[in-house]
């Protein structure tokens, strides 16, 4: 399996992003002129977009250090290639509120992921989606998938996929563990596959969730885990 849909090489030192007291936060539109200057974008600290619109000309990658937080509440933002929000270290977050995420290509958001190095701590990744609408030829919401404590919540939310890769939500899958997965009261739409999974000692919960799904259906739960799949239009019984 792709550890990701397209390699990156994030910079280590970042240059700091956190909104000053008492200032306004940054908008959609801040967030896409910061891509379009060079395709990256960094994250320390807390960094919100508030509101607005913004427009992707390329694709954009966001790198994250360790104990940052992504948040986007209220935006809007569309483009014609793919966005990738990577959080290398540990205790990463990504939120996405009352927002609308619109690409061409793949859109990812993931949370402890990927630095490519046993060494570097990944773990306490977490990814939240809530009453937001995301749509890309691939959708990917992952947290810390060869570490612990990986997290991903997706609720009240539309996710759109319209290429043959499909949607994955999955936390500490692989070498992970104790990942959680919560899916609820959401709309999933697959021209692929639809995978939702944890790893070992993982807590999987689906409910009152409407799929259409072109490919294959994964709802599971590692050795030792938990898997409960309720109330669901058609039905997604754990595997």
């Known amino acids: 399996m792709k550890r990701l849909l397209f390699a990156v090489t994030v910079m280590a030192a970042a240059a700091a992003m956190v909104t000053p007291a008492g200032a306004a936060p940054d908008t959609a539109a801040d967030f896409a002129a910061d891509c379009n200057d060079d395709g990256i974008a960094f994250v320390t600290g807390n960094k919100r977009y508030v509101g607005g619109t913004g427009a992707l000309d390329g694709p954009c990658v966001v790198g994250m250090t360790v104990g940052s937080r992504l948040v986007f509440r209220g935006v809007t933002l569309t483009g014609n290639s793919s966005l990738a929000a990577i959080g290398s270290p540990a205790d990463t977050t990504v939120k996405v509120l009352d927002s609308t995420i619109d690409m061409a290509g793949s859109l990812e958001l993931t949370a402890g992921c990927c630095a490519g190095d046993g060494a570097v701590?990944?773990?306490?990744?977490?990814?939240?989606?809530?009453?937001?609408?995301?749509?890309?030829?691939s959708i990917q919401l992952v947290a810390s998938f060869d570490w612990p404590?990986?997290?991903?919540?997706?609720?009240?939310?539309?996710?759109?996929a319209t290429g043959a890769q499909g949607i994955q939500v999955r936390a500490s899958d692989l070498g992970g563990v104790d990942g959680t997965v919560k899916v609820k009261g959401s709309i999933l739409t697959s021209a692929g596959d639809l995978e939702i999974k944890t790893g070992t000692r993982g807590t999987t919960r689906v409910r009152r969730n409407t799929v259409t799904v072109t490919g294959g259906t994964t709802v599971s739960a590692g050795a030792g885990g938990s898997c409960r799949s309720t109330d669901n239009i058609p039905a997604l019984p754990c595997t």
Request: cysteine-free; charged content about 30%; proline content about 3%.
């Open 121 to 137: 701590p990944e773990q306490d990744g977490r990814v939240v989606v809530r009453r937001s609408i995301l749509r890309g030829s």
């Open 149 to 160: 404590d990986g997290t991903v919540v997706v609720t009240d939310s539309t996710l759109h």
